[in-house]
């Protein structure tokens, strides 16, 4: 119990797969069960708890979770779980932009079209975590990959979803899906907001009150040298942050 307690990185990618406890392969849903069961323990725990241990998850474990991500079937699994809770962070915002990070959204929407008679008999938790991952990835990389067969099936069956589920993340994650994938002009200022929000640490000064999106003499926001997931305007601002984001601060593996 005192384990399964204990919340790190490391036990969160234990129960992924990443780590090799030496007690042999476990069966998937074990594994789900498991994760969400810490993730669930963790969630309860305030933010500044919660974001450093996503944050050095995201640095430490991010290339071999896509990894695992890309070679596991079907639209839901541990895997896509643990990415789903590290989409706000900027090591994963900045990984979606590498080679290794590219297509997650293409892909994402090919499975979910796949399994939309599966999807059909989910729970609303469930529907709402596909959907959430989904919309997140739309939004961070577009549609430019998207394969129109795939959104074709995918938009019928996402309003359905919509009503089913009214009130719930499930409808409402299903109406930005909706939107980012038909890019609806009447949506369009509400989700580019939103992504400004996801996006902001890497296009705006961590510095205290500071919304710089330039350094004093125009040039580009200078990088944290070490995570390379936050920005300045200049060394003051740098320095006047770090209290705040060497509890964030990680080397990542990418």
């Known amino acids: 119990m005192d384990a399964l307690l204990n919340v790190t990185p490391a036990s969160l990618a234990t129960w992924v797969g990443l780590i090799d406890d030496g007690q042999g392969d476990k069966p998937e849903e074990a594994r789900s069960r498991m994760l969400k069961m810490?993730?669930?323990?963790?969630?309860?725990?305030?933010?500044?708890?919660?974001?450093?241990?996503h944050c050095e998850l995201a640095a430490t474990y991010l290339p071999d979770l896509v990894q695992k991500y890309r070679a596991t079937d079907g639209v839901?699994?541990?895997?896509?779980?643990?990415?789903?809770?590290?989409?706000?962070?900027?090591?994963?915002?900045?990984?979606?932009?590498?080679?290794?990070?590219?297509?997650?959204?293409?892909?994402?929407?090919?499975?979910?079209?796949?399994?939309?008679?599966?999807?059909?008999?989910?729970?609303?938790?469930?529907?709402?975590?596909?959907?959430?991952?989904?919309?997140?990835?739309?939004?961070?990389?577009?549609?430019?990959?998207?394969?129109?067969?795939?959104?074709?099936?995918?938009?019928?069956?996402?309003?359905?979803?919509?009503?089913?589920?009214?009130?719930?993340?499930?409808?409402?994650v299903s109406e930005r899906c909706i939107a980012l994938l038909l890019d609806d002009p009447n949506m369009r200022p509400m989700m580019q907001s939103v992504?400004?929000?996801?996006?902001?640490?890497?296009?705006?000064?961590?510095?205290?009150?500071?919304?710089?999106?330039?350094?004093?003499?125009?040039?580009?926001?200078?990088?944290c040298a070490r995570c390379k997931s936050a920005v300045y305007c200049g060394v003051q601002h740098q320095k006047a942050a770090w209290p705040s984001h060497k509890a964030t601060c990680f080397t990542p593996k990418f």
Request: hydrophobic residues 40%.
């Open 195 to 223: 992504k400004t929000m996801i996006e902001s640490k890497l296009q705006k000064c961590g510095g205290p009150s500071c919304q710089r999106a330039l350094q004093g003499n125009g040039s580009q926001l200078m990088q």
């Open 76 to 172: 839901i699994h541990s895997a896509m779980t643990l990415l789903n809770v590290l989409t706000y962070t900027p090591y994963f915002v900045r990984f979606a932009r590498t080679p290794a990070g590219q297509g997650l959204a293409a892909l994402q929407t090919k499975r979910t079209a796949a399994a939309v008679d599966e999807i059909d008999q989910m729970s609303a938790d469930e529907v709402g975590e596909i959907g959430q991952f989904l919309a997140t990835l739309l939004l961070l990389q577009g549609i430019g990959e998207v394969d129109p067969a795939d959104k074709a099936i995918l938009i019928p069956k996402l309003r359905k979803w919509e009503r089913v589920f009214s009130g719930r993340l499930a409808s409402d």
């Open 38 to 53: 810490q993730l669930g323990i963790l969630q309860r725990k305030p933010r500044y708890l919660q974001e450093p241990i």
